[in-house]
Nanobody
Framework: QVQLVESGGGLVQPGGSLRLSCTAS????????MNWYRQAPGKERELVAG????????NYADSVKGRFTISRDNAQNTTYLQMNSLKADDTAVYYC?????????WGQGTQVTVSS
């Protein structure tokens, strides 16, 4: 059974930091690119960051470049999203995504709220 379990969300003040984790099971983690998406109320889901299966390449949305860092630990089947200098506009539900060719899996999401 495929599972992607996110953790690490919560309430943080503007300028603060959070680290999201996504632990995978039920598929060959090292064969999949991993991504973080987010969806704010009333908005479409958007790609925040992605990392290749080997971890050798990453990409980011312009809105988070220089503030967020995606990484993965293939020995632990886990992907991370380090979020620094958080802004109110970063408030959203963050989803972990695994993708390989036509297969894609989603986590259940974790809420991140940036507010004073």
């Amino acid at each position: 059974q495929v599972q992607l379990v996110e953790s690490g969300g919560g309430l943080v003040q503007p300028g603060g930091s959070l680290r999201l984790s996504c632990t995978a099971s039920g598929f060959t983690f090292t064969s999949y690119a991993m991504n973080w998406y987010r969806q704010a109320p009333g908005k479409e889901r958007e790609l925040v960051a992605g990392i290749t299966s080997s971890g050798g390449s990453t990409n980011y949305a312009d809105s988070v470049k220089g503030r967020f860092t995606i990484s993965r630990d293939n020995a632990q089947n886990t992907t991370y999203l380090q979020m620094n200098s958080l802004k109110a506009d970063d408030t959203a539900v963050y989803y972990c995504n695994a993708k390989r060719l036509w297969r894609t899996y989603w986590g259940q999401g974790t809420q991140v709220t940036v507010s004073s």
